[in-house]
């Protein structure tokens, strides 16, 4: 069983930045691919970013050029990076894993609230 945890949500005004970590663990297995999601009240939930095992990237459209993801030197372990935020970032973002790119992703954490005031 692996477990994703997230954290680094918070409330920050328009413009300002935030750092997301996640790490997943309780297995053995390597975790190949690692994202994050997000999802605002009535709004279908969306893929933010996503890495692989090898540092292969990729982002929304909405989010390029100012958010990043990355991996830290331990292994299942991510950041996303959110810079100049606007209010339409505000959302759950959930972090997510899989060991294989041929399906959805199978690991999720309980998500961290963003809020961006205007």
């Known amino acids: 069983q692996v477990q994703v945890v997230e954290s680094g949500g918070g409330l920050v005004q328009a413009g300002g930045s935030l750092r997301l970590s996640c790490a997943a663990s309780g297995s053995d297995f390597s975790i190949n691919y690692m994202g994050w999601y997000r999802q605002a009240p009535g709004k279908q939930r969306e893929l933010v970013a996503d890495?692989?095992?090898?540092?292969?990237?990729n982002y929304a459209d909405s989010v390029k050029g100012r958010f990043t993801i990355s991996r830290a030197n331990a292994k299942n372990t991510v950041y996303l990076q959110l810079n100049s935020l606007i209010p339409e970032d505000t959302a759950v973002y959930y972090c997510a894993a899989k060991r294989v790119a041929t399906v959805g992703y199978t690991y999720w954490g309980q998500g961290t609230q963003v809020t961006v005031s205007s």
């Open positions: 890495i692989t095992s090898d540092g292969s990237t």
